[in-house]
Every structure is written in structure tokens, then in C-alpha cells.
């Protein structure tokens, strides 16, 4: 799997070169590992976001979960979860799906409170979260709207990963006509794949245990174990 990257190293290093935050430039200045370096070297954290919907300019984060890993190990005593405090009010619609209700959130941070814990938490790995379309631009839009700075980094999208894998996942009219279904690329129906055991959705610490367990999975059967990390980054 194949991408056209940036340099993040790069990247990150001019980041802190322009950082006002404290917090921001001592992430940036982390950095993260380079492209070169084999995956199985690669430190990494599966983050997961419970939010209000799924537009980052009208919702807002209500749970982040974070889970330390590598190719070989979970790593179960790092692993962290916040509930905290939306910019925006909940809707029955979004707790419904996440089951976080307004009692949850009264006495909970905001996320300014808890930002540099995350961020620390953050720094130098390489960010695993399964659909990138959510966590990055989720919490870039939040140091903005706090800090009056984003945030950048990369990621590696186990979504991504299984799309890459099963291209033809949508069947042709052909193949609709004999009943073919389309492959689901969700979290729970990829983990599936890999016999990997069933976890209830929708919270923020298990859906980031559930991403890690997913991307090892991926990584043993179809990676390399010296695949450079810039194959897989986005």
C-alpha cells in the first residue's frame, strides 16, 4: 500500500518553528519517527473520538479515547479516556449513537483543560484512527477555536487500509443481480475478517482498543514487518 505523503518530519518541524502555544510547539517539536523507519519500530496511539456529528465546523468532541501500541503489544496501562465538556449542545440524535447524556457532560472538562495531557500523550507517535475524516480535522478545529491555532499530524486509517484491500468491494450490476452484497469497510465488520472478537460501538476507549487490535491484525497479514512507515501514513 502505496501513498504520496508529505515529509512530516518536515512538516512538523516547521510547525513548531511557527507554534505560539507552549503545548502546541512542544508536539510539534516531538515530531514523529521518519518515513524510513520499519512499521515494526514505529511507535503509535489509536485515538477515537465520540462526537456531536460529524461535520467538525457545527459539532464538537464529547469523548476521546486513546490507546498506546506497537506491532507487537498493546500497551493496556497507557491507555486514557476523557469525557468532556461540547462547545456545542447534544442532540438526541448524537446520544443515541455515543450514549453520553447531558448528566455526563455537566461536571466534565473542557477540552482546553485537558489539551496539554492529550497533547503529551500525542507526541512523537504516529496517530492510528479508524476513518480519518474525523479525528484530525475534529480536534484541528477545536485548538483553533481555543488556542486561535490548529494542529496537524499523521495518521495511519485501518479504514483506509481495508479499502486499499478489497477495491472491489462494491459489486457491479452484474454481480447485484446474483445477489452480491457490498464488503462493509467498518470497524466491527473489518475486525471481523480477522476473527477478531466483538466489541459494543460507539465508546471512544474501546473503539481506539478495537482500531490498534485492528491495525496489528492488518499488519501481520499483509504487511511486512519492515514496511516503511511512509507506505502506510496519510
Partial sequence: MTQATADWPEQLAQCAANARDPRLKAFFEAGCPNGNTPIA????????????GLD?????????????FDYHRIQGASARHW???????????????????????????????IVEELLTALAGKVVVVHYRAIER????VALKYRLDEGIRFPVIDTMAIEAHLHPNR??????????????????????????LPHYPPHHALTDALATAELLQ??????????????????
Fill in 41 to 52: 519500530e514505529v511507535p503509535m496511539v489509536a485515538m477515537d473520538f465520540e462526537t456531536t
Fill in 56 to 68: 467538525p465546523n457545527r459539532h464538537s468532541i464529547v469523548s476521546i479515547g486513546l490507546v498506546h
Fill in 83 to 113: 469525557v468532556v465538556r461540547p462547545v456545542l449542545p447534544l442532540h438526541g440524535q448524537s446520544v443515541a449513537v455515543h450514549g453520553i447524556t447531558h448528566t455526563d457532560i455537566g461536571d466534565a472538562p473542557d477540552l482546553g483543560e
Fill in 137 to 140: 480535522p475534529f480536534l484541528d
Fill in 170 to 195: 462494491h459489486p457491479n450490476w452484474w454481480r447485484k443481480l446474483r445477489g452480491d452484497k457490498p464488503l462493509s469497510i467498518r470497524l466491527n465488520d473489518s475486525r471481523s475478517r480477522y476473527h
Fill in 217 to 234: 491484525a492488518q499488519l501481520q497479514h499483509h504487511f511486512d514487518p519492515q514496511t516503511p512507515l511512509a507506505d502506510l501514513w496519510l
